[in-house]
């Protein structure tokens, strides 16, 4: 499996902005897709999942903000990202579990078993 991300870029404070992320392989609609984020100098953070059935979570920092959604047809997970803060400029990671996901586990990065290469959002004040 190979995930490719994209759609980064700089924007300023308020603006909005969509990542995609394209996954080979078959079976996609049965994995689900989280994505991450890293900032210079701290840890990979969770940011958003969506499970097969299209059930998503998200953090609390984004919530209200940012969409997760998935487009099994394409084998496509975006990320619809709005009201952006200086905050969230990191690269932001695409990642894909082969196996089911439950809620107290979804935001744990060693759940996942391929992840993207990263796209970079800086968001200026």
């Known amino acids: 499996v190979q995930l490719q991300a994209s759609g980064g870029g700089l924007v300023q404070a308020g603006d909005s902005l969509k990542l995609s992320c394209a996954a080979s392989g078959r079976a996609f609609s049965s994995y689900t897709m989280g994505w991450f984020r890293q900032a210079p100098g701290k840890e990979r953070e969770f940011v958003a999942a969506i499970r097969s059935l299209g059930l998503t979570t998200y953090a609390g920092s984004v919530k209200g903000r940012f969409t997760i959604s998935r487009d099994n047809a394409k084998n496509t997970v975006h990320l619809q990202m709005n009201i952006l803060k200086p905050e969230d400029t990191a690269v932001y990671y695409c990642?894909?579990?082969?196996?089911?996901?439950?809620?107290?586990?979804?935001?744990?990065?060693?759940?996942?078993?391929?992840w993207g290469q990263g796209t970079l959002v800086t968001v200026s004040s």
């Open positions: 990642a894909l579990r082969m196996g089911s996901a439950i809620v107290s586990t979804i935001g744990r990065a060693n759940e996942y078993d391929y």
